[in-house]
């Protein structure tokens, strides 16, 4: 098990997010979390990776407790995260997104000497940029990359910290579904060849279905159901909260 | 027990007033954080105007409580005009460029007041003398008038943002401006309404302050820095522990100056806030979950 | 790593050529003085803030923590450029990794904050201490020695003094802003959030930005009394602070070369002004608002740090 989420609950205020939700994450899997808007599938990400500690339950990530700690220590476990709303960095160019991530795992990294070295990590960096096909647009200004090649970046940003678990955070939304269909596909064959495990939050059933092992559905900020994706579709909890949820 | 009635007490309502005055410019500036995100380092300044604008008002008008009414309208207005004019053009940008916005509307209101008005320090006199014995001892009336006022104005306030729609509206705001986007709501003009209000807030405090401390263009500088430290005291963006974290200061300020002199007076404010941030580095009240 | 380019070395050959120029009289050496000073000043809050995004309000501290470092050994008869400027070194350090460590621990704007008031508590500090001087500081300081016997007591020496130092804190910034480390803070400016989800423990960069400029902010502080011979509190006031940060909104953030000219720019700017007309504070004020408006890259603008084109670093 990679990822073990045992009885996560998460409360802000008098709101709450997330209530007992459990389950676990094989090695290599690709394991989606599905459900209405509000129904705390962000907030369970932003949990696992670190930004918030849940009010109750505990995370284990490789057979370690990572519950609470903060994002930056979760991320050198392995653990990598993208994010729901484009998060690079807007002000430099696409290489130096990919660069200053990838240079995080270098052996300077945090060390007195990286005050005046660079570590080179341009080869990793680019082929990052080439599997994704930004490789052209290296030397362009982040922010002026289209929603599309951003979203890709995104995943390269998270891609180029060595991960061993890849959170994808609706990495398709607002794509067109021809570039969508692009996007599962390569995000699948990336995993694939990087033996990655994948936890993904999708909206787009399509791609839920294509390329998931496994399949957890929340509500209300609690897990109705989980199985495989042909369960899941004819699970009438499920369809249900969808239906009444108001969503996809 | 006569030290505890005649020095103590009076120093501890002396401590609730300007605490409740302190809580009015943190509130303030937490607001317009929290709504606006930026941080007002003219907050200070626009309490000083407050004073100014009332004596300003008083030699037309011969009258403390027109201008009680007037000062703080005037002061409202320049706010708006300051919002719509310059912070207006900034929202949108990185949070620095706000702060030296800020920063520079600090300078030209400090000295414009300085050169207009003249950097001597200036009486208001309090609209009333005389004093009434209160538990064995005489209690300024004028004091007296200030703490019903003060816990007038807070109460109003909290029935403002607790009651009516708008202040609902701003208080969730304040955790999180974006859902006013889905409100349907003019943005614009509730940003500049707001920063009105909270100038017009911090001008009525600095009126109604002045004819107890003394009025000069620096008197500003030194609340606004002790409403940094109860804003950061109190956690940002939760408005209740600004005022709750004001009171604190407030009442420790006034007591300490019982025993110390000014200077030692602020080290020993600087290191409650010290020790608090050692201890619990969001403050009294901080949100939880915001990357800090 | 970067090497300063033949731009770089021009100027600063034409700047050791300055006091040969025709018309250089003792005032006009002392102005270009105090001009590449508070350049170099500026110029490494420009580290912390076009390059790490965070606004000190209370650099007045580091720099007037320098002056008095200097002034209470040279009180005591320790002249030694040296021994002044290591024990600035030290008492700055120490205090700005005090300030650091509580101004980083929360988000941005906690930074400008806490710098603001552990600034004014210094000041509050050394105006009011008797054995400081108070408000009158410590006067009538002798000249430095460069070494047993070689005194800068001439306004020739002087400038060459803070000339050598302009260049070596120019050094010390382009060597870090093109490391990895300056990298990151870069990627901490534009989105702090990603940069922890990195592995960046961002706190501590924040503080190793806010150390360097610090302590290159304190070597300049520690020069400054040996050209003016004095050290008072309102070296540290927060309205120093705010002329350095003009002096970098002028040159442009984020350029390190902007707010060198910049801060020369603002000396001179300064001289000519505050001589001539009392309301100095509303010109200054003013200037950050229009700068802040209509001219926010200042005169330099914000360049790309990322410069992929070799020789490209200097100037």
């Given at each position: 098990m990679i990822l073990e989420v045992a009885d996560v609950s998460k409360r802000f205020g008098a709101l709450a997010a997330l209530t007992r939700v459990s389950f676990a994450v094989e090695a290599g899997q690709v394991f989606s979390v599905?459900?209405?808007?509000?129904?705390?599938?962000?907030?369970?990400?932003?949990?696992?990776?670190?930004?918030?500690?849940?009010?109750?339950?505990?995370?284990?990530?490789?057979?370690?407790?990572?519950?609470?700690?903060?994002?930056?220590?979760?991320?050198?476990?392995?653990?990598?995260?993208?994010?729901?709303?484009?998060?690079?960095?807007?002000?430099?160019?696409?290489?130096?997104?990919?660069?200053?991530?990838?240079?995080?795992?270098?052996?300077?990294?945090?060390?007195?000497?990286?005050?005046?070295?660079?570590?080179?990590?341009?080869?990793?960096?680019?082929?990052?940029?080439?599997?994704?096909?930004?490789?052209?647009?290296?030397?362009?200004?982040?922010?002026?990359?289209?929603?599309?090649?951003?979203?890709?970046?995104?995943?390269?940003?998270?891609?180029?910290?060595?991960?061993?678990?890849?959170?994808?955070?609706?990495?398709?939304?607002?794509?067109?579904?021809?570039?969508?269909?692009?996007?599962?596909?390569?995000?699948?064959?990336?995993?694939?060849e990087r033996g990655l495990t994948l936890l993904l939050i999708e909206h787009d059933m399509s791609v839920v279905m294509g390329i998931s092992d496994r399949v957890a559905v929340l509500h209300f900020g609690e897990k109705i159901a989980e199985g495989t994706p042909e369960a899941i579709r004819h699970d009438p909890r499920v369809i249900e909260a969808y239906l009444g949820g108001g969503d996809d | 027990m006569d030290y505890v009635l005649t020095i103590l007490l009076p120093q501890l309502l002396h401590g609730l007033v300007f605490g409740a005055a302190l809580g009015l410019l943190a509130l303030g500036l937490t607001v317009i954080f929290g709504l606006l995100g930026v941080m007002n380092f003219a907050h200070g300044e626009l309490y000083m105007l407050g004073a100014y604008a009332g004596i300003a008002v008083i030699g037309v008008t011969h009258s403390f409580w027109v201008a009680l009414l007037v000062a703080p309208l005037l002061v409202g207005v320049v706010g708006a005009v300051t919002e719509m004019t310059t912070l207006r053009l900034v929202y949108n940008r990185e949070p620095l460029y706000g702060l030296i916005l800020t920063f520079g509307l600090a300078l030209v209101f400090r000295e414009g007041a300085r050169q207009i008005w003249g950097g001597d320090m200036r009486r208001i006199l309090p609209p009333f003398t005389g004093s009434t014995p209160l538990l064995g001892m005489t209690y300024p009336d004028y004091r007296l008038f200030l703490l019903a006022a003060s816990s007038l104005i807070l109460l109003a306030l909290w029935l403002f943002f607790t009651r009516t729609r708008a202040g609902i509206v701003v208080r969730a705001a304040v955790q999180d401006a974006e859902m006013l986007d889905g409100l349907g709501v003019d943005v614009r003009r509730v940003f500049t309404l707001t920063f009105a209000a909270s100038g017009a807030l911090a001008a009525l405090a600095g009126l109604l302050l002045a004819p107890v401390f003394t009025v000069y263009p620096q008197m500003g500088v030194e609340m606004i820095l002790l409403a940094f430290i109860v804003v950061i005291l109190g956690g940002m963006g939760s408005m209740g522990g600004s005022v709750a974290a004001a009171f604190v200061i407030g009442i420790a300020q006034s007591l300490f100056s019982l025993w110390m002199n000014p200077q030692r007076v602020a080290i020993a404010i600087f290191g409650i806030m010290i020790v608090v941030l050692i201890v619990r580095p969001r403050g009294f009240a901080g949100r939880e979950g915001v990357l800090e | 790593?970067?090497?300063?380019?033949?731009?770089?070395?021009?100027?600063?050959?034409?700047?050791?050529?300055?006091?040969?120029?025709?018309?250089?009289?003792?005032?006009?050496?002392?102005?270009?003085?105090?001009?590449?000073?508070?350049?170099?000043?500026?110029?490494?809050?420009?580290?912390?803030?076009?390059?790490?995004?965070?606004?000190?309000?209370?650099?007045?501290?580091f720099y007037g923590l320098g002056a008095y470092a200097t002034a209470i050994l040279m009180e005591r008869g320790v002249q030694s450029v040296w021994a002044c400027i290591g024990a600035a070194l030290l008492v700055v350090g120490l205090y700005a990794l005090v300030v650091s460590y509580f101004a980083t621990a929360r988000r941005g704007i906690y930074f400008a904050l806490l710098t603001l008031i552990f600034a004014e508590v210094v000041y509050t500090f050394f105006r009011y201490t008797q054995t400081f001087g108070g408000s009158d500081g410590i006067q009538g300081l002798p000249d430095a020695t460069l070494a047993p016997g070689v005194l800068i007591d001439t306004p020739l020496r002087k400038y060459y003094l803070v000339l050598v130092y302009l260049a070596a804190a120019y050094a010390t910034c382009r060597v870090v802003v093109a490391s990895h480390f300056g990298r990151v803070l870069v990627a901490i400016r534009e989105n702090e959030d990603r940069a922890r989800f990195l592995g960046y423990n961002v706190q501590r960069y924040k503080m190793g930005a806010c150390m360097i400029s610090a302590l290159l902010t304190g070597v300049g502080g520690a020069i400054y009394p040996m050209r003016s011979a004095f050290a008072t509190p309102d070296l540290m006031l927060w309205t120093e602070s705010g002329e350095f940060i003009i002096s970098v909104m002028i040159g442009g953030l984020g350029t390190l070369v902007g707010p060198i000219i910049g801060g020369a720019f603002f000396t001179i700017l300064r001289d000519k002004v505050s001589s001539v007309v009392d309301w100095y504070f509303i010109v200054i004020g003013g200037v950050l608002i229009v700068i802040v408006l209509f001219m926010p890259r200042g005169l330099l603008g914000l360049r790309q740090l990322f410069e992929r084109r070799s020789g490209r670093a200097a100037a």
């Open positions: 599905i459900g209405p808007n509000g129904a705390g599938k962000s907030t369970l990400f932003n949990v696992v990776s670190g930004l918030h500690a849940p009010s109750a339950g505990t995370v284990r990530f490789c057979g370690e407790d990572i519950t609470g700690l903060p994002p930056e220590r979760v991320n050198r476990r392995g653990l990598a995260k993208t994010f729901q709303i484009t998060n690079i960095f807007p002000e430099i160019s696409v290489l130096d997104n990919v660069r200053v991530a990838a240079q995080s795992r270098a052996p300077e990294s945090g060390r007195a000497a990286s005050l005046w070295r660079r570590p080179d990590v341009d080869g990793a960096a680019l082929a990052l940029l080439e599997t994704f096909g930004l490789a052209a647009r290296r030397d362009a200004h982040a922010k002026n990359l289209s929603h599309g090649e951003q979203r890709y970046l995104e995943i390269c940003v998270a891609l180029a910290t060595s991960p061993r678990l890849l959170l994808l955070d609706e990495p398709t939304a607002g794509m067109t579904p021809g570039e969508t269909r692009d996007a599962t596909a390569l995000i699948r064959n990336v995993v694939l | - | 790593m970067s090497v300063p380019g033949w731009r770089a070395l021009l100027v600063f050959a034409l700047l050791a050529a300055l006091p040969l120029a025709p018309g250089m009289s003792r005032y006009y050496l002392l102005l270009a003085f105090d001009a590449l000073l508070f350049g170099a000043i500026a110029m490494s809050l420009d580290l912390l803030m076009g390059y790490t995004g965070l606004v000190s309000f209370g650099h007045a501290a």
